[in-house]
């Protein structure tokens, strides 16, 4: 399928919201575009380069209005990881001055096959990702579970203070998603998740807690505010 691309410096989980605000003209008109024929975009990680244009208008005059030197900045290449995630449109706003705000939820994962245009944005041919399952066992999800509960019966423990804490998805794939999206680690594992299999995901979300549960303390009551803070986002 073609896919136009949304380079940004975030991942993108399947079940996972986003919130954009899209201002630069060429994802103005992609974005108008998707709406138009109510078609989704693709999100992907960026390896390098920025997530805007410094010859965006809005850029220009932005950067007037800050005074910020506009001498030409060097540009580095947009170069995006190949595997990102479809994301449809659930809510948009256009105001007069033709920015969108919207809310996006992740689809499906995909991998970039080719580039068939780079201008005035990126539009690729990608291919969806199927979920591998196969070396997932009972076993593992009950241990994520467990995991989870006793997470925050240690949170209850050294606040003095009950959580009420989100249900965990039923679904195996759903759940691996759900705790990728929530647990608070830098991009570049979050990307390792995404083009992991669901077993690893949900293996090494796991052991994300255990050394969560680790650092917090072993004894007494303390303040929420002296705890150290817990994983979500």
Not at 143 to 163: D, F, I, N, P, S
Not at 186 to 213: C, F, H, P, Y
Not at 215 to 224: D, S
């Amino acid at each position: 399928m073609k896919l136009p691309l949304f380079p940004l410096h975030t991942v993108l989980f399947p079940g996972a919201p986003i919130s954009l605000h899209i201002f630069e003209e060429r994802y103005r008109l992609m974005i108008g575009q998707c709406l138009a024929q109510q078609q989704p975009f693709g999100v992907v990680l960026l390896r390098s380069g920025s997530e805007v244009s410094p010859d965006d208008p809005f850029i220009r005059s932005l950067r007037r209005q800050l005074d910020v030197d506009d001498d030409d900045p060097v540009r580095e290449a947009v170069v995006p990881f190949e595997i990102g995630t479809v994301a449809r449109i659930t809510e948009s706003q256009q105001f007069d001055d033709g920015r969108y705000l919207l809310i996006a939820v992740g689809q499906r994962r995909f991998r970039v096959q080719y580039i068939i245009q780079h201008q005035p944005y990126i539009i690729a041919s990608v291919t969806q990702l199927a979920e591998d399952t196969s070396t997932l066992s009972s076993a593992e999800i009950t241990k994520v579970r467990q995991t989870y509960e006793r997470y925050w019966a240690t949170m209850t423990r050294v606040t003095g203070r009950e959580y009420e804490y989100e249900e965990l998805p039923v679904d195996a794939v759903e759940l691996s998603y759900w705790l990728a999206h929530r647990l608070h680690v830098d991009n570049q594992r979050k990307q390792r998740w995404l083009e992991s299999d669901v077993a690893t995901r949900l293996r090494e979300a796991t052991g994300m807690l255990n050394v969560e549960i680790a650092m917090l303390p072993r004894t007494g009551y303390q303040r929420a505010s002296d705890v150290w803070p817990w994983s979500w986002n």
